[in-house]
């Protein structure tokens, strides 16, 4: 016998007809933009009203990839945003996983903890600039007056591109850590006690309560957290635009692009704008993200499977 759970005939599309708002408002909103962009990658675009739009064809992806020292830059900026995706996942993760297990703990005022860890999140890349900027100021600010008290001293944010690249990786880890830290809480919310007071009643270390118990249950979220950092890491660029602007040697990909659009280059908001050059940046930072993320999501899927059946 059939089921008609939305009736019979023309009923029968109602459901679809439920959906098709939200259907064209994800393609004029999402689909349609992302469209857009990949048509202008091909053009001379420059975003300025009343300038006209030239077919050239794959020149902003030649150019992009194989034409001399930009070419060179943009690689560079490619390495970058790996270095920056590497360190920023593996401590933005790591750290998250601890303060987790430590405000997961049943005691008195640990959700004021939670969220004071989980307040960056909500301030927004302008406010978290300027409040690293003010605590990092090389005349006089906190941190400087620190290392000054112990004979030390540096120039933060304004000093070699090396370390201005590593505070800005600080940075952005402190901005994000509230996000991994909730989702691996939420994670460890849904362990059922049972398992850790039986574990306690074999006499199981506290160790051994984390590897045995704890880290196999963890694995969807584990999974979650280091998908989300990842793409998060490699899709990073406002914190490079309030803390550094544009300094050869410390740009990413994904400053690049907006630099290159809105152009920031030189520093000056009068230099080009180069909208289809910077659509075509982007192509190539969608594959690098789209490569990089199914990879890891393969990976990932597998130790699940693994560990869970």
């Known amino acids: 016998m059939v089921n008609y759970h939305f009736g019979r005939g023309r009923a029968r599309w109602a459901p679809y007809l439920l959906l098709l708002p939200g259907i064209l408002f994800y393609l004029v909103i999402s689909l349609g933009p992302s469209i857009a962009t990949a048509g202008y990658a091909f053009t001379d675009a420059t975003g300025i009203k009343g300038a006209p739009i030239n077919w050239v064809g794959l020149d902003n992806f030649k150019e992009f990839l194989f034409m001399g020292q930009a070419s060179l830059d943009n690689y560079g900026a490619l390495g970058r945003t790996l270095l920056f995706c590497f360190f920023v996942t593996t401590i933005q993760f790591t750290l998250g996983l601890i303060v987790a297990l430590i405000v997961n703990q049943k005691v008195r005022g640990v959700n004021f903890f939670r969220t004071l860890y989980f307040m960056p999140v909500i301030l927004g890349a302008v406010i978290q600039g300027l409040i690293w900027s003010l605590f990092l100021y090389p005349l006089g600010g906190p941190m400087a007056r620190v290392l ?3 004979g030390l001293s540096s120039e933060f944010f304004g000093g070699q591109p090396s370390e201005a690249f590593a505070w800005v990786i600080a940075v952005q880890i402190w901005a994000n850590l509230g996000v991994t830290m909730m989702i691996f809480i939420s994670g460890l919310q ?15 270390s506290s160790w051994h309560v984390f590897k045995n118990v704890v880290w196999p249950l963890l694995t969807p979220v584990v999974n979650t957290n280091l998908l989300l950092n990842i793409i998060g890491s490699l899709q990073a660029w406002q914190l490079f635009l309030v803390l550094l602007g544009y300094r050869n040697g410390t740009q990413v990909l994904g400053y690049l692009i907006f630099a290159q659009g809105f152009g920031q280059t030189s520093g000056s908001t009068s230099s080009a704008f180069r909208q289809g ?7 190539v930072l969608f594959f690098l993200v789209l490569i990089i993320g199914m990879a890891v999501q393969t990976i990932l899927r597998r130790r699940e499977e693994r560990i869970l059946g």
């Open 148 to 150: 000054g008290a112990i």
């Open 190 to 204: 849904t362990i059922p006690d049972e398992l850790y007071e039986a574990a306690k009643i074999d006499g199981a």
């Open 277 to 283: 050059y910077a659509a075509a940046a982007s192509i």
